[in-house]
């Protein structure tokens, strides 16, 4: 082998070493999070599929998940979430969310369910994860549409739950 045992102990403190810094370095608490990888994956056009292993790429875009179930109630929401923003680019222009300017009012949709309306809400400065900010024009018409059936939720659009 053409090395001598004392090259071999000496290689063998510096191993373990470095695997001692790197445990501290492991159990530090302010890793950033990541999402929780599976082999279950979404895609844009709407299919589920399992693979026999996880791909990091698909799991830090949120596009994976570790069950079937999981993935299909993400794909779902996200199908949501794009009808939505589709509503908002084809009726709303090319407005966007200013969030420097608290002058500015960001309007989204919602739905009362004790009155089984859908409301227009506005925000100048709080901006709430997941919502479709959208001009005030744009949310008036949404509203209107949702009320009167002309837009539909359903299965795809699940922006209510189903009674």
């Known amino acids: 082998m053409g090395i001598t045992k004392s090259q071999i102990e000496s290689r063998l403190r510096e191993a373990e070493r470095e695997c001692a810094e790197l445990r501290v370095y492991l159990e530090q608490d302010d890793w950033p999070w990541e999402p929780e990888g599976g082999g279950w994956f979404l895609s844009p056009i709407g299919t589920v599929s399992e693979r026999s292993s996880s791909y990091k790429a698909f799991s830090r875009l949120g596009l994976e998940r570790s069950t079937e179930e999981g993935t299909e109630l993400t794909l779902e929401r996200m199908i949501s979430s794009n009808l939505l923003q589709a509503y908002v680019y084809e009726y709303g222009g090319d407005w ?12 989204y949709i919602m739905y009362c369910f004790s009155e089984k309306d859908w409301w227009c809400s506005e925000a100048r400065c709080l901006f709430v994860a997941g919502t479709v900010y959208m001009n005030e024009e744009c949310a008036e018409k949404l509203r209107d549409d949702l009320n009167s059936g002309h837009v539909v939720t359903n299965e795809r659009m699940n922006l209510v739950p189903v009674e």
């Open 96 to 107: 966007v969310a200013d969030w420097n300017d608290e002058t500015q009012t960001k309007h």
